[in-house]
């Protein structure tokens, strides 16, 4: 019986930075064009980056766990 | 807001409100525990899984208060109420760093709040009682904003109205609320939460996809806003303005860093049964910030469908009563008003948490038995509603706003002696303390400027920065609790102790 040790050292945390660039940053996206299905780029840019950054998360969580 | 009594949508509404007070007295029996210790009634037994706890934090961040807020501000002011996405998504990356960590050191020293950690990371009662009392400070106003929640849908049935007959509605209902939290603790609102979301789920989308048929497609809903903002004179828009860029990246930045320093989150992120729950939650609750967003359309949708209200407040109810059947008002209402219920229940248990462990049993009575923990908390829960009921009562409901505003600010002011104290760079505790002071003051004084506006014309080099007041006090108690650490560093005081070991926040799994 051994212990599994915490590996949340990994440098792959550093990617979880992507979506505070990506959301903070505003000149990325705000604009209206190109939209989709009516919505401007603004508001599905945003909607976007939320599986983004739960697969971002999935992605770290497997590297650590 | 109708006149009349809505009786279909009211009859509907009692039904369900009535099925979560039954399932609110029968929680305490759901994996019955000791409810004589504190942590049984106060965290659950930090025994709930992946989905209870995704449940419970959904419930509980995303409250009702922001089914309201939010598509109110989208309503009034456009692109800049969307705000409320970047922040929470950005909350999750530092849910997922930071917190398995703030699990497992309180779950190695039972510690039950996030002053319990500071109190015993620095060995510091003051800088664990600052802590304490700003999240109190914080979580009053937010508690009594729920209310305005529930009494925004009330009167939208048409049975609230002026004066003190008008609040009785609410008072019976927050009753029900404060009795059922003392008898079943945090066990209640986790299974009403369950049944909220559900609720919540069906009825936005429900709205999403009807309202917008009948509107004619969402780029008719965003056209007719963008004209009605332009007819408004267009400081705002269906983009941000120049001038709203740093308001919005640096009121979402700062508002992810304060979300989960509140007692309320703090203690749905403590309640679950491991740090792995805790990382899972991390990847899962943003399903919920769809919903947000979706959400805030609904003010874009209230513009397209020609709503026309006197508070924005009561733009979603006013909302649901043109499009929805009567029946299905009632079961919106009913969603949002639950959804009141529990973070107000979370939030009355995270200060009532605070408040035994971190006041009375620090500073009056050091030798409390468990029970006696479990039972000053059962009181303190009760006592923390009936404030903020008499809050939204007696007082003008923009007081509330405006202190939940400033709450935000505060809370902040604990984050660098909170999540600075997970990791290796210990600072001294009595230089936050006095870090934690000068933003607390600082914070206050420039939202008294500005009117409780929450953001600071800050001048450097003569070009105008607004910035979100929070995030320049909190930088400031920042540099302050680094600078003073230095300091009292050359001089050897102030070191404090600390009763953690670094492998105490580490997730070692056996294997």
């Known amino acids: 019986m051994g212990e599994k040790s915490d590996k949340s050292g990994t440098p792959w945390v550093w990617g979880l930075l992507l979506p505070y660039i990506g959301l903070l940053w505003l000149p990325f996206y705000n604009m209206r064009e190109p939209s989709i299905a009516g919505f401007p780029f603004f508001y599905w840019y945003q909607f976007a980056w939320v599986p983004l950054t739960s697969l971002l998360i999935y992605l770290v969580y497997r590297k650590v766990k | 807001m109708s006149d009349t009594i809505n009786w279909t949508a009211l009859s509907v509404f009692v039904f369900f409100f009535l099925l979560v007070t039954v399932i609110g007295f029968f929680a305490a029996r759901w994996r019955a525990g000791d409810m004589s210790q504190l942590s049984e009634w106060g965290l659950g037994g930090r025994r709930f899984g992946t989905i209870i706890t995704w449940f419970l934090v959904g419930g509980d961040f995303y409250t009702a208060y922001t089914v309201i807020a939010v598509p109110a501000l989208v309503y009034a002011v456009g692109a800049y109420g969307f705000f409320a996405l970047p922040y929470t998504i950005l909350v ?71 004066g003190f007959k008008g609040e009785i509605p609410l008072i019976v209902a927050f009753v029900i609320l404060a009795v059922y939290t003392y008898a079943s603790g945090l066990r209640a609102p ?29 780029a008719a809903v965003f056209d007719a806003a963008d004209k009605a903002f332009q007819a408004k004179g267009g400081a705002t828009g269906l983009v941000l303005q120049p001038a709203q860029l740093m308001p919005f990246a640096t009121l979402a930045l700062g508002s992810a860093f304060a979300g989960f320093m509140y007692p309320h989150t703090m203690t749905g992120v403590l309640s679950s049964s491991s740090g792995d729950v805790v990382r899972k939650n991390a990847m899962l609750l943003p399903i919920y910030t769809i919903l947000l967003g979706l959400i805030a359309m609904l003010g874009y949708m209230a513009i397209a469908a020609g709503v026309t209200v006197k508070s924005p407040t009561a733009v979603v109810p006013a909302l ?49 038995t468990p029970a006696a923990e479990s039972s000053v ?135």
């Open chain 2, 377 to 511: 908390a059962k009181l303190v829960s009760l006592v923390v509603k009936f404030g903020a009921l008499i809050f939204i009562v007696a007082l003008p409901t923009q007081f509330a706003i405006d202190l939940q505003l400033l709450g935000g600010v505060w809370i902040l002011q604990t984050f660098p002696a909170v999540v600075l104290g997970l990791y290796k760079t210990r600072l001294r505790p009595s230089a936050l303390l006095v870090g934690w002071a000068t933003g607390m003051i600082v914070g206050t004084l420039m939202a008294y400027q500005m009117g409780l506006k929450p953001v600071y014309p800050l001048v450097i080099g003569g070009t105008t920065y607004s910035v979100y007041i929070g995030v320049l006090a909190g930088a400031l108690n920042l540099a302050v609790s680094a600078g003073a650490s230095v300091l009292f560093g050359l001089f050897g005081v102030g070191k404090g102790t600390d009763e953690t070991s670094p492998g105490d926040y580490l997730l070692n799994k056996a294997v």
């Open chain 2, 92 to 162: 999750y990356p530092f849910v997922f760093l930071a917190l398995p960590r703030l699990w497992a050191v309180c779950n190695k020293h039972d510690y039950v709040t996030g002053a319990d950690f500071v109190h015993g990371r620095y060995g510091s009662a003051w800088l664990a009682l600052a802590v304490a009392l700003t999240g109190l400070l914080a979580t009053m106003p937010y508690i009594a904003l729920q209310l305005v929640g529930m009494q925004v849908v009330i009167g939208g049935l048409g049975i609230g109205g002026e």
């Open chain 2, 320 to 368: 649901f009563l043109k499009i929805f059947p009567d029946w299905f008002v009632g079961f919106s209402f009913a969603a949002i008003a639950i959804g009141a219920l529990v973070p107000a229940a979370i939030m009355s248990i995270g200060a009532a948490n605070l408040f035994t462990r971190n006041v009375w049993r620090t500073f009056v009575n050091p030798n409390m």
């Open chain 2, 190 to 218: 986790a299974m009403i939460a369950f049944v909220k979301d559900v609720m919540i789920y069906i009825v936005v989308i429900a709205a999403i996809a009807i309202i917008p048929m009948q509107l004619g497609g969402y």
